[in-house]
C-alpha cells in the first residue's frame, strides 16, 4: 500500500547506523553466528528495533555473512506480509554464501592491490635513488673532474654497478657493487667484454643500435637483462657514456686512474653507470599476474550470481518485488564484469599494450544508462539529470552512431556524471548538453549537419576546490570525499584520450562546473 511505502521510506531514513552484537535480531544473529528467523515482529521479544515495527515490516530474517567463522556481516530480509523465512533456510543461507564469497574476494582484492601498490612505490623510490645517484656519477666522468681521488673513492662506494671499458669494449675497472651484483671479481672480468654477462634475452640488432650510438659519441640509454655469474637473470636501468680527450692510465702501486692529457678529442673509453631493476620489474609482474588471477576468480563466482537468479525467474510463484531484486543482483554482477574488463583495458593504457579498435556507440543510450545508474544518489540529493540537444534536433541524435567504444564510453560518462551529482548541491539539476562543435572549434570542412564533431557538456552548480582544479584529471587526486578515490576522472580522461576524445573542465564560484567532451565526427544510422 501507499502508507506501506511511505513507512518503509522513512524507515530507509530513520534506520540506525549501528546495532550493537546481540541487540534487536541482525544483532543476535551476529552474536550466535547463526540465522534468526521472526515470524511476527510485533510479538516476538527479540525484536527491539521499533523502526521495523513502524515501517510495518511483519515477517523478517537475519542471515550471518561468515568467511571461515569470521563474521563479515548480516544479511537482513524483511516483509510486510506473513512470511515463513524459516523455511527457505537453506536457500537463503545458499544467497548469503555467495555473497559472502564476493565480498571477501574484494576484500582480498583491495589488499593484494594495495601491498603490491606499496611495493610498486617503494621500487619506484629506491630506483628513483639510485638514479640520481647514477646522474651525479655520470656529471663527474663527463666533467673529467682533477678530483680523482673523490671520484673514486664515490665510485667504490655507490650502490649502482660502474664499469669503465676502453674503445674495444673490454673491461678496465668494475666497482665492488658490481662485483656484489653479479658475482664475478675485478680480476675475473679486468680484459674481458661485457658480453660475458650477455644472457641471450635480446637480439643482435640491439646491441648493434647500442654500438651505432656510442661510436656517434652520444649517451645510450636502456634496460638490459644480464645474467650473473651464478646463472641467475637481472635486469638493469643503463646508461653508457662516452669519454673524449683524455687517456686512462693505471698507477701500480695503488692501482687508481691517473688521469693524461689528450687533446685529440677521439673516444678512448665508455664507462657504463647501471642500477638494479629486478625488484621493480619482478613487482611489475606481480602486479600483471594479480590483476590476470583476480580477474579470473572473480569472474567465477560472479558467474553463480549472475547465473542463479536467471534460473530463479523461471519461477511463477515470484512476485514482483522478488523479480526487482534478483534483477538487481543480475544487473550488479553484470556491472562487476564489465568493471573487470575496464579494469584491464585501463592497465594496458597505462603501460602501453592497449590497442584501440574503432567502433560505434549510440551516445544517447549510453547517458540514459549513465543516468540510470546515478538514480540512487540523485534521489537521496534530491538532483534531477536533464538530457538535451542545442543545434541539432534530438532524433537525429537518438539514431547516431558516434565512433568510439560502447564501455568506454560508458565508463567515461558514467564517472563524470556521478562527479557532477556529487559535486552538486541538494535540491538542485545536472544538465547535459549534446551539440555540434563550433566551426571555430574545427576546420569548415569537416562541419556538416551530420558530419561532425559532437561535444556533451555536463554542468552542475558546484564548484571544483581551487586545491585540486589545477590537477583534476590527475591519477588519486581527490578532496573532501570521504569514499573518493581519485580515479574516475583520471580514467575517463586516459579512456577518452584512448579513442582520439578530448575532454576539459572549466569552473568557477559563480557559474558552477563544466565537464566537457568532445568526441570524434559522426553520422546517424540510415
Not at 574488463?341 to 593504457?349: E, G, H, K, R, V
Not at 563550433?438 to 576546490?465: C, D, E
Not at 559563480?510 to 546517424?524: H, M, Q
Request: with cysteine; charged share 25%; hydrophobic share 35%.
Amino acid at each position: 500500500s501507499v502508507k506501506q511505502s511511505d513507512n518503509i521510506l522513512m524507515f530507509g531514513k530513520q534506520q540506525k547506523d549501528i546495532l550493537c552484537v546481540g541487540e534487536c535480531l541482525c544483532g543476535i544473529a551476529a552474536q550466535d553466528k547463526n540465522p534468526v528467523f521472526a515470524l511476527n515482529l510485533n510479538t516476538d521479544q527479540r525484536c527491539t528495533n521499533s523502526e521495523c515495527k513502524m515501517a510495518g515490516i511483519h515477517s523478517y530474517a537475519a542471515i550471518p555473512l561468515m568467511n571461515r567463522d569470521r563474521l563479515i556481516g548480516i544479511v537482513g530480509i524483511g516483509s510486510c506480509d506473513k512470511r515463513d523465512f524459516s523455511v527457505q533456510s537453506k536457500f537463503l543461507q545458499s544467497l548469503a554464501s555467495i555473497i559472502t564469497i564476493s565480498i571477501a574476494n574484494i576484500m582480498l582484492h583491495n589488499q593484494i592491490v594495495i601491498h603490491t601498490e606499496q611495493l610498486m612505490n617503494q621500487a619506484v623510490y629506491n630506483a628513483a635513488q639510485l638514479r640520481r645517484h647514477a646522474d651525479q656519477l655520470e656529471s663527474i666522468v663527463e666533467q673529467r673532474t682533477v678530483e680523482l681521488r673523490k671520484f673514486f673513492n664515490a665510485v667504490e662506494s655507490s650502490p649502482a654497478s660502474i664499469v669503465i671499458t676502453d674503445i674495444k669494449g673490454n673491461i678496465e675497472y668494475a666497482n665492488p657493487f658490481f662485483t656484489e651484483l653479479t658475482g664475478y671479481t675485478p680480476d675475473e672480468v679486468k680484459g674481458e667484454n661485457p658480453r660475458i654477462l650477455k644472457s641471450g634475452i635480446h637480439p643482435k640488432e640491439f646491441y648493434q643500435q647500442m654500438w651505432n650510438t656510442l661510436l656517434a659519441g652520444e649517451i645510450w640509454r636502456g634496460e638490459i637483462c644480464n645474467r650473473k655469474k651464478n646463472g641467475e637473470l637481472y635486469w638493469e636501468n643503463v646508461a653508457i657514456s662516452p669519454l673524449r680527450g683524455s687517456k686512462s692510465a693505471k698507477d701500480d702501486k695503488d692501482k687508481k686512474p691517473v688521469q693524461e692529457e689528450d687533446n685529440s678529442g677521439r673516444i678512448i673509453n665508455f664507462v657504463g653507470v647501471k642500477e638494479d631493476i629486478t625488484e621493480r620489474k619482478n613487482a611489475q609482474r606481480i602486479r600483471e599476474d594479480v590483476d590476470r588471477i583476480l580477474r579470473h576468480d572473480l569472474k567465477s563466482p560472479l558467474s553463480a550470481i549472475i547465473g542463479f537468479p536467471q534460473m530463479m525467474m523461471d519461477n511463477d510463484n515470484l512476485t514482483d518485488s522478488q523479480k526487482k531484486y534478483l534483477k538487481y543482483i543480475m544487473d550488479s554482477g553484470q556491472n562487476m564484469l564489465d568493471l573487470i574488463d575496464l579494469s584491464l583495458t585501463i592497465y594496458q593504457i597505462e603501460t602501453g599494450k592497449y590497442k584501440y579498435t574503432p567502433s560505434c556507440f549510440n551516445l544517447l543510450k549510453t547517458l540514459e544508462q549513465c543516468v540510470y545508474s546515478s538514480s540512487s544518489i540523485c534521489k537521496s540529493k534530491d538532483i534531477n539529470i536533464a538530457i538535451s540537444t542545442s543545434g541539432i534536433d534530438m532524433i537525429k541524435v537518438e539514431t547516431a552512431e558516434l565512433n568510439g567504444d560502447r564501455l568506454l564510453a560508458f565508463s567515461i560518462f558514467s564517472n563524470l556524471i556521478k562527479n557532477a551529482v556529487e559535486a552538486s548541491p541538494c535540491n538542485e539539476s545536472v544538465d547535459i548538453v549534446i551539440e555540434p562543435v563550433p566551426v571555430s572549434y574545427q576546420s569548415i570542412a569537416l562541419y556538416t549537419q551530420f558530419n561532425s564533431s559532437i561535444r556533451v557538456t555536463i554542468h552542475n552548480k558546484g564548484a571544483v576546490p581551487s586545491q585540486i582544479r589545477e590537477r583534476f584529471f590527475d591519477k588519486y587526486i581527490t578532496y573532501s570525499k570521504p569514499n573518493g578515490t581519485g580515479l574516475g576522472t583520471y580514467s575517463a580522461k586516459l579512456l577518452a584520450q584512448s579513442q582520439g576524445w578530448q575532454i576539459e573542465m572549466k569552473t568557477s564560484e559563480e557559474f558552477g562546473t563544466y565537464l566537457i567532451v568532445t568526441i570524434a565526427p559522426f553520422k546517424p544510422v540510415q
